[in-house]
């Protein structure tokens, strides 16, 4: 199979080679979390037994990935559920293999206590990204498994964070709860010392089915037997205006000095310099990517829904990783033919260079590929404008 998608321009998403930087998730709990958020797509993912990764598991994703560049993220469910010692010797085998890989932590917040707090400490090439969406109303779709909601206990995982002088970022999802309410939310991040970086994500959650393999709460269920326009979904124009309205907020409380703003950065360095860190805008996408389960398995970016899931070693005990990554394992590619030719043409492509290869599989589906490009297209000329 071709290795590349290249219709007359370069390349919008080339396979792996041996040296590019990958990017590891590892899902240490699966699915497993104290939180039932309503709009999480790993409780919507099948897990039929395996909990917790193994150590033999992240040892063999490793030495699989000892030629590329790495950047690791510690996720879930809720990663520190595995507990302390566990995490420890995950983290132990991450460092000692890989000292060069940047390894961040995606935590729902609500676990950090003391004890996690020391540890984060011996660890200073851990970053701490801790989810809250907004204030009660704002964040009330991260309820508990009992429907309670969650912000209390995360703004005491941050307290503890600030106590120990540990900086981490703040990770909001913006949905129909919190939209309009970006600038007091980052009033609240600028008064947090030790918060370094607020990033906005989308909650593009139209066409999602609930699984039927992960326990879910009353409520959730409740929320998708009223069909698959979600209650928390937001319009592609909606987040735009999100992204502007935080942006100028940002800029205008000089909060630069403060925190990163993300993904206006993103948009604003692609737009400026042609280059950003963020794949959406590069031809090093889904292919490095890749995401490992507890139940030995990998697939690629976790935010591709219903990607396939192959196993990490063959019959053999031989890796699969770099077959599949470099295209040498049939796998449909993410970026299919029929979304990269609409991109051919486009007057942003030069800078948005195919955008989230996940999202415009969801968008398409619903037939909202439009929406989602002249999402792109406002924000580019947006930040071409305002730089
Ligand atoms: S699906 Fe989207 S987020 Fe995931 S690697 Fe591809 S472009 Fe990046
Ligand atoms: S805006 Fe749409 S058509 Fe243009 S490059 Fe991005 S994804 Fe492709």
Redesign the pocket.
Known sequence: MGGQLHMGQSALCHRARSGDHINLILKLTGATCNLDCGYCFEKRRDYPSHRIISEEVVSSTLSQLSTYGLSVELHGGEPLLVGLPHFSKVLDLITSSRPDAAIRLQTNGTLISEEWCELFLCNQRLSVGVSLDGFQAGNQLRYDNRERDSTLAVLEGMSQLEKHGIDFGLIRVCSKDNIGQVTGYLDFAAVRKNVKAVRLLPCFDDGTALSANVPRTARTRRAFAAGHDLPWSISFDEFASEVMVAYDHWRGRGYFDHFLLDPAIDYLKKGLTGTCASCHFEARKCFHTITVYPDRTFSLCDELDGGERVPLTNADGVGNIADVIEGHTKMEAPLTAFLSQ??EG?E??AH????CVAI?RRAARLGRSEA??QM??DLFHYFALSA
């Open positions: 609409q991109c486009c942003v492509r948005c260079h195919g955008g415009r989602y490009c792109q297209k």
